[in-house]
């Protein structure tokens, strides 16, 4: 079965970088858009960022733009979020999902998803 395996959480001090991997297996990665989401507890999974299949269509959350990155490597099955400047509110886990229709940001509509990587930056 189709697996999204999320890799590079862990603990950051306010202002710190991190960089986030999300390994797919058992999925035609290539045809597939990919997004990351973020989800703290009581609340909504909430999108973060969004790449199209072939890497030239990528969107932010307003509160991300200019300090996260996404990416992906299409040989390797692999997409990635580079996060800088951490600040405290970034705290969350943090899933990637995978969706065959279109690139988007509404969780609801994700077709996979991995099972998450907590991020704790301190303040």
């Known amino acids: 079965q189709v697996q999204l395996v999320e890799s590079g959480g862990g603990l950051v001090q306010n202002g710190g970088s991190l960089r986030l991997s999300c390994a797919a297996s058992k999925l035609t990665f290539s045809i597939y858009h990919m997004g990351w989401f973020r989800q703290t507890p009581g609340k909504e999974r909430s999108f973060v960022a969004a790449i199209s299949r072939s890497g030239g269509t990528i969107t932010y959350a307003d509160d991300v733009k200019g300090r996260f990155t996404i990416s992906r490597d299409n040989a390797k099955n692999t997409v990635y979020l580079e996060m800088n400047s951490l600040k405290p509110e970034a705290t969350a886990i943090y899933y990637c999902?995978?969706?065959?229709?279109?690139?988007?940001?509404?969780?609801?509509?994700?077709?996979?998803w991995g099972q998450g990587t907590q991020i704790t930056v301190s303040s």
């Open positions: 999902a995978a969706r065959l229709e279109a690139i988007g940001s509404d969780y609801e509509t994700m077709n996979y």
